[in-house]
């Protein structure tokens, strides 16, 4: 059974009825680990050993969030920079997540379409994620696709409930190693293989 690490950010949680949701669905499922970066680090005081633990004893990395200016919210970009660390998690003997799998769970406000080279966004989600996808190759890891819900502020409840509902069963796809490769590679989105 593979260990699963959620590293969860929003500066704004109170507000959103998605991640309020898919944190309820999270809690539902045994044996993750679910870590709030703002609630944890309200003064972006990282405790660097900390996470790093966190890390190593972790298989598969979820970052969930909301898409926030094409990125991340600014905690995740401090954490990071910070935990890691050069001949940790690369360099010529930074082999510490060497064959982990690392993968962004997030909402955003716009429609799918809006995330095509002809739509309003101009770029893919998986072209805004390159720099990420980059970090994690640079650490030996491997990218997974996103698991992404489009749309959030337009969402009806029953929505937001089969979303909550797909992401657990992916996440307990991911614990059980239940997803192949092959379809991992072929898939744009997480969302479409449940």
Same mark, same amino acid.
């Given at each position: 059974?593979?260990?699963?690490?959620?590293?969860?950010?929003?500066?704004?949680?109170?507000?959103?009825?998605?991640?309020?949701?898919?944190? @309820?669905?999270? $809690?539902?499922?045994?044996? #993750? !680990?679910?870590?709030? /970066?703002? &609630?944890? =680090?309200?003064?972006?005081?990282? *405790?660097?050993?900390?996470?790093?633990?966190?890390?190593?004893?972790?298989?598969?990395?979820?970052?969930?969030?909301?898409?926030?200016?094409?990125?991340?919210?600014?905690?995740?970009?401090?954490?990071?920079?910070?935990?890691?660390?050069?001949?940790?998690?690369?360099?010529?003997?930074?082999?510490?997540? @060497?064959?982990? $799998?690392?993968?962004?769970? #997030? !909402?955003?406000?716009? /429609?799918? &379409?809006? =995330?095509?080279?002809?739509?309003? *966004?101009?770029?893919?989600?998986?072209?805004?994620?390159?720099?990420?996808?980059?970090?994690?190759?640079?650490?030996?890891?491997?990218?997974?696709?996103?698991?992404?819900?489009?749309?959030?502020?337009?969402?009806?409840?029953?929505?937001?409930?089969?979303?909550?509902?797909?992401?657990?069963?992916?996440?307990?796809?991911?614990?059980?190693?239940?997803?192949?490769?092959?379809?991992?590679?072929?898939?744009? =989105?997480?969302?479409?293989?449940?």
């Amino acid at each position: 059974m593979a260990k699963v690490s959620i590293i969860f950010a929003h500066p704004a949680l109170e507000k959103s009825r998605i991640h309020s949701r898919l944190i @309820k669905q999270v $809690k539902q499922i045994k044996g #993750l !680990s679910f870590r709030d /970066l703002y &609630e944890d =680090y309200p003064d972006f005081d990282i *405790n660097i050993q900390r996470e790093q633990q966190a890390l190593l004893n972790n298989d598969i990395i979820i970052f969930q969030h909301p898409l926030y200016w094409y990125s991340t919210p600014a905690i995740i970009k401090e954490w990071l920079d910070l935990v890691l660390q050069h001949q940790w998690a690369y360099g010529s003997k930074g082999i510490a997540l @060497k064959g982990k $799998k690392w993968m962004h769970v #997030l !909402s955003s406000g716009g /429609l799918k &379409e809006a =995330y095509l080279p002809t739509g309003l *966004n101009r770029f893919t989600i998986m072209e805004l994620l390159a720099p990420f996808q980059q970090t994690a190759s640079l650490c030996n890891m491997q990218f997974l696709p996103p698991f992404v819900i489009h749309g959030t502020h337009r969402l009806k409840s029953d929505e937001i409930e089969n979303a909550a509902m797909q992401y657990g069963k992916m996440l307990l796809a991911l614990q059980n190693d239940e997803i192949a490769g092959a379809d991992m590679e072929k898939a744009t =989105y997480m969302n479409d293989l449940f």
